[in-house]
């Protein structure tokens, strides 16, 4: 048993009177049941009490200490978990210009969701200064040449970095926070539209490339009839359209590529975005 001798009372004595008000807050800290009479004891210089006390006290402190050490080690799994499960979710939107990405991503942020915050990118997980949804309108996506394969593949390398610092940068963090991070347009797009992009290399090397990007859990493809699509806009031709249609239908694999038929009304269309992704939310809790 823990014993203290009159010299070394009065010494703790002095300290304890020194910084009292120091001194009594580590006592409730480490003494939960006891810290008023240990605090009466060196108020009052009262040794003897001590004496009669200190296995209590002894005791006190040693659960109290467990209980630090086990709420120490809960917070620490807590942090564990939501790094290597974070409660966020990082989804895509893809598909050719007129079929309604924008207005599917508004309807869908205008519902009720189990997220803390939404977040928005636009093609790459860049935080871009101001609202973070503008970006520059292209009304005219195909009117510059593609880039020489050199400079295209110097591209690539470059969306590789940017792409992977940015991931790590922005969206782990967010998905930390249980965040609904949404992407309208991601680098999949570069693979069906290659002269939006300005891409001028091999269709195998993007590919190839494709695999060290980091992968949002769901992609929504967006497709419908090419005459449905073209009376929207019509910044490509009809044919261009059809062969995009093509491009990203071939992407749906009905597991992390969902395709979704924009031919529907902007709410059903919400309703069936929101019905994948709350089966996904509840498929990783």
Known sequence: MLRISSFGFEHLRELFLLKKEKCENYLKLFFHDSHIQIIEIFETSNYNLLGQKIKHFQK???????????????????ILRRIIFPTGIA????GPDGSGKSTIIEGLRNRQLPFRREDYFHLKPIIKKGSGKDHIVVSDPHASKPYSAFKSYSKLCYFIYLYNVGWLKNIFFLKRKSSLIIFDRYFDDLLVDSKRYRYGGTKGVANFVKFFIPRPTLYFVLTADADAIYSRKQEV????LNRQLKGYSSLVDGKRYIGIDVSLTPSEIVDEVYNVLMMKMNERY
């Open 60 to 78: 006190d402190f040693i659960d109290n200490l467990k209980t630090a050490k086990e709420g120490v080690f809960s917070k620490s799994i807590r």
């Open 237 to 240: 031709s009809k044919d261009e």
């Open 91 to 94: 989804i895509a939107f893809l």
